[in-house]
């Protein structure tokens, strides 16, 4: 139990357009779901919370409106990166809650900006 | 400011040795711990946890050792075996929260 997959796993797309990662907990309901990036060679990093029903809350110095967040249901949490540049290639993971002290990891999603 | 540090950024340990991976705190209100394993374009996978409330807790060849004098942990994997490698990060929760934050992570590499 407490899977979480994302999709796409790799995704490539040009200058200006628009993305969007689905990040989906399968086998449990998640109240709370995490989405970090992930530079290479560097730690994890904590861009946004997403409460489902609620607004996503994130994480100083990450621009809310490039970064959509979207909680539909309590097994889907979406990130979409608008209008992507270049700088915004990384390595973007999701985790989901299942309860306080449980945060199970999706496989990740390498986005590619040319 | 990190508030999570692993300030080793490699370690190599031959095959059946220990491997020791230390990570430090700074935010006193950290009161709950985990270790991830994670191998490269992959989500890390849950190791093994710690409360503040012990300052032990083991699992299979996995030991973390949690210090909250010295706000520090470290895990401890023995015998160490190739598969083994990869990277290693710690996290820490405040009480309450669901938000973990992330140390900066350790390549293990185990040499058969």
């Known amino acids: 139990g407490a899977v979480v997959s994302q999709h796409p796993s790799w995704v490539i797309c040009k200058s200006g357009t628009s993305v969007k990662i689905e990040c989906r907990s399968l086998d449990f309901q998640a109240t709370t779901m995490f989405w970090y990036r992930q530079f290479p060679k560097q730690s994890l990093m904590l861009m946004a919370t997403s409460n489902e029903g609620s607004k996503a809350t994130y994480e100083q110095g990450v621009e809310k409106d490039k970064f959509l967040i979207n909680h539909a249901s309590l097994t889907l949490s979406t990130l979409t990166v608008t209008s992507a540049h270049p700088e915004d290639s990384s390595f973007y993971i999701c985790?989901?809650?299942?309860?306080?002290?449980?945060?199970?990891f999706g496989p990740g999603t390498r986005l590619t900006v040319t | 400011d990190q508030q999570v540090k692993q300030n080793s950024p490699s370690l190599s340990v031959q095959e059946g040795r220990i491997s020791i991976l230390n990570c430090d705190y700074t935010?006193?209100?950290?009161?709950?711990f985990l270790w991830y394993k994670k191998y490269p374009a992959e989500g890390p996978t849950f190791l093994i946890s710690?409360?503040?409330?012990?300052d032990k807790n083991e699992d299979g060849r996995f030991t973390v050792f949690l210090n909250k004098s010295a706000k520090h942990l470290s895990l401890h994997i023995v015998p160490s075996q190739p598969g083994d490698s990869a990277v290693y990060f710690c996290?820490?929760?405040?009480?309450?929260?669901?938000?973990?934050?992330f140390g900066t992570g350790t390549r293990l590499k185990v040499l058969a």
């Open positions: 710690i409360s503040s409330i012990k």
């Open positions: 996290a820490a929760s405040a009480s309450g929260t669901y938000k973990y934050i």
């Open positions: 935010n006193s209100m950290f009161d709950y």
């Open positions: 985790s989901a809650t299942r309860a306080l002290y449980e945060q199970y």
